[in-house]
């Protein structure tokens, strides 16, 4: 290997270090952050991702509170809920675990928290506010993606960055947010001809597709940042990216592994949010 390995697990560590101890600092002027995490339904994985979400929390000094409800719980009763805890001052984030079940629409859900309290930045009054480059929640993902391209010192001013992947979720506000850092940017996706002709110029690219192998050597400028955004199970049960690991870190210059590269971030970048949120309402 050649490249050399960005460590989601160490930065998301010495982030999470400094959030305990902005919140315990907040906490000390009576404003202890507080994150309200609802799940509805017994999907596994959203129930793993959900203790994941409290565990942090706890660790760094955020008090959450964990809502469940049953599969059949109704689309009145969420958004009930959520109204009351967007008038909750002690909450100064509301995450809602998608996916949810079929019977809710997820949009009206997202639509429902207040934009003061979407520390997923998944709202379209956040996606305004990132594409119009005001202060808001950046979605956790692609906002932890940015902290690993900082860590490899490659200034982002003029280079050529390439995301693969056109979600909500992460590829358009990752490619948002390399804008904002002065990149020219491309976005890639499955309507794409040839992938590989982009990605071949670009300093930087971020996979964010979902399915392993999108991201090849041949198709790596020698020295590239490469941050992997895939979680993919192999039928081993394996957990694999969407980039070609052995391949790709002979050629980029920098790499982020699955696991313990953009997975880590994510779920720490949720403590900023979270902890920048209650940062406001003291300082108001
Ligand atoms: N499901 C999988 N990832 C996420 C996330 O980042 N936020 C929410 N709300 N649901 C998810």
């Not at 309200?36 to 929390?57: E, R």
Request: proline share 6%; charged share 15%; with cysteine.
């Amino acid at each position: 290997m050649t490249a050399q390995l960005i460590d989601g697990n160490a930065l998301a560590k010495s982030i999470r270090a400094e959030v305990a101890e902005r919140a315990a600092a907040l906490g000390a002027r009576g404003h202890r952050p507080g994150l309200a995490v609802i799940l509805v339904g017994d999907d596994p994985a959203s129930q793993v991702y959900v203790k994941h979400k409290v565990n942090d929390c706890a660790v760094a000094g955020i008090r959450s509170v964990l809502e469940t409800y049953p599969a059949a719980f109704s689309e009145a009763a969420l958004l009930a809920r959520i109204a009351a805890l967007n008038t909750d001052p002690t909450i100064h984030g509301i995450l809602v675990q998608m996916p949810l079940p079929g019977h809710i629409n997820p949009h009206r859900v997202i639509e429902a928290i207040s934009v003061a309290k979407d520390v997923d930045g998944f709202s379209t009054l956040s996606a305004g506010e990132l594409m119009s480059g005001l202060p808001g929640f950046r979605p956790c993902t692609p906002y932890g993606c940015m902290k690993l391209i900082a860590t490899t010192g490659v200034a982002l001013r003029g280079k050529h960055a390439v995301v693969i992947g056109r979600s909500n979720t992460v590829g358009k506000p990752m490619a948002l947010l390399l804008l904002q850092a002065h990149a020219t940017v491309s976005i890639c996706h499955s309507a794409t001809p040839d992938i590989g002709a982009l990605t071949r110029q670009a300093d930087v690219v971020v996979a964010a597709v979902g399915k392993r192998d999108v991201l090849t050597a041949d198709m790596v400028k020698p020295g590239a940042v490469v941050i992997d955004v895939g979680m993919n199970r192999q039928a081993d049960g394996k957990l694999c990216g969407d980039v070609d690991f052995a391949g790709v870190s002979q050629v980029a210059g920098w790499i982020t592994p699955v696991p313990g590269g953009v997975g880590p971030m994510t779920r720490a970048m949720l403590l900023v949010n979270t902890l920048e949120s209650a940062e406001r309402v003291a300082k108001a």
